[in-house]
């Protein structure tokens, strides 16, 4: 299988459209905890190696790319959306106020955006394109996936610390037969998402 590569950045550097900032997220699908995106501006001079999109890379591996991608980026920042966000305007629309909490943290201001998927956030700084798995294809996007998979993991191991009885540091929220069956026998926690199924019950 192939890497990401960094072509279409290279491209925006000749352009005159660097930086240009990698952005992903992590956390759509499970039942519990926020919707964490990442943005990523990797240094053109010091890319790190083995960068993968993040569903493809173990733990171990994940959590080494991440020091490296922090140690070595240009910039990085991350933006949450938390359950009670969600339950409130939705999971798309979430999404989008995680991702334009990353790129306004970020330290360096990006002209340009990549971002997965085919549906960006409205209201942007800057001109986006967005490239369907672009986290297996571009190695920016790959690189925030990594920094939000990351980042959203540890907020769950910390969060199974306050609620044991879940086991988030296990399943991380998603919807797993032992996650429902803590749901079942103790009804849900302040961080659970009650808009999702099957928690919703209108």
């Known amino acids: 299988m192939a890497e990401p590569n960094f072509h279409l950045e290279r491209r925006r550097l000749k352009l005159r459209a660097w930086p240009a900032a990698g952005v992903?997220?992590?956390?759509?699908?499970?039942?519990?905890?926020?919707?964490?995106?990442a943005a990523v501006i990797l240094d053109p001079?010091?890319?790190?190696?083995?960068?993968?999109?993040?569903?493809?890379?173990?733990?171990?591996?994940?959590?080494?790319?991440?020091?490296?991608?922090?140690?070595?980026?240009?910039?990085?920042?991350?933006?949450?959306?938390?359950?009670?966000?969600?339950?409130?305007?939705?999971?798309?629309?979430?999404?989008?106020?995680?991702?334009?909490?990353?790129?306004?943290?970020?330290?360096?201001?990006?002209?340009?955006?990549l971002?997965?998927?085919?549906?960006?956030?409205?209201?942007?700084?800057?001109?986006?394109?967005?490239?369907?798995?672009?986290?297996?294809?571009?190695?920016?996007?790959a690189a925030a996936s990594i920094i939000a998979k990351v980042t959203r993991d540890r907020l769950m191991r910390s969060l199974c610390a306050s609620y044991p009885a879940y086991g988030f540091s296990r399943h991380f929220g998603y919807a797993t037969a032992a996650h429902l069956a803590a749901i079942a026998e103790h009804g849900p926690c302040p961080f659970h998402r009650m808009s999702f199924r099957p928690l919703r019950t209108d």
Request: a negative charge.
């Open 45 to 113: 001079r010091d890319l790190p190696a083995g960068i993968q999109d993040s569903k493809l890379l173990k733990s171990d591996a994940r959590e080494r790319l991440y020091e490296e991608i922090m140690r070595r980026a240009l910039a990085v920042a991350v933006g949450l959306a938390s359950a009670e966000e969600i339950d409130a305007i939705n999971i798309r629309q979430a999404t989008f106020v995680a991702m334009r909490r990353a790129i306004s943290a970020l330290s360096i201001e990006p002209r340009s955006l």
């Open 24 to 37: 992903d997220e992590a956390g759509r699908g499970p039942l519990a905890g926020p919707v964490a995106a």
């Open 115 to 141: 971002i997965d998927g085919n549906d960006p956030p409205p209201n942007l700084p800057c001109p986006v394109e967005t490239i369907v798995k672009g986290d297996a294809t571009v190695l920016s996007i």
